[in-house]
């Protein structure tokens, strides 16, 4: 590895030392006192939540598109071929069809929940980590061994979230709708 390269990961494992060193301090301090009743720890579900909320919004917007391309007007019942629908002449008034954009913006869509689906993956395997830390089922070492793969994949694949996000947020304004 290029030298830059080994201060910028010798950095990380400091920090992630540091950082379990904290825990085990905290855990140290807290062992003698109790839990109020009210106070909770703090799971994954607000990244499971967002992650479910950000697949809800593709998915809408997917139905929205593909319907709106397959014509949306065909009768129950009927065969869905391009040449019945050619063949047949109605009057229904033509469906709205989505804009390139549209389209572009469902492709950042998907692989923006794509990369919070690995963020959630890796956030789940940390907090396997540090539970068995906080539980004694791991020392601080081993923690730190065992942690700091999912620990740095959720930071990469965070970083990813981020960048296909802002280029969504890019195209998803240009966005229309339009007749055929």
């Known amino acids: ?90 009057s229904v008034a033509p469906a709205l069809t989505a804009t390139p954009e549209c389209a572009e913006a469902v492709e950042r869509a998907n692989a923006s929940i794509g990369h919070a689906v690995a963020v959630a993956g890796a956030l789940r395997k940390h907090t396997e980590v540090m539970n068995d830390l906080l539980n004694g089922k791991l020392d601080a070492a081993a923690a730190l061994r065992k942690g700091a793969p999912s620990l740095i994949a959720g930071s990469a694949e965070s970083a990813k979230f981020d960048v296909a996000l802002a280029d969504y947020r890019q195209v998803v304004d240009r966005c229309k709708l339009r007749a055929p």
């Open 1 to 90: 590895m290029a030298p830059e390269q080994d201060d910028y990961r010798d950095r990380q494992l400091a920090a992630l030392r540091r950082y379990v060193s904290d825990l085990d301090v905290r855990r140290q301090h807290d062992a003698g006192q109790d839990r109020p009743a009210g106070e909770r720890r703090r799971g994954a579900w607000p990244w499971l939540l967002a992650t479910v909320a950000l697949m809800a919004v593709s998915l809408a917007a997917g139905i929205a598109i593909g319907g709106s391309r397959e014509g949306g007007d065909r009768e129950p019942g009927r065969a869905a071929g391009p040449g019945v629908a050619a063949a047949t002449s109605t």
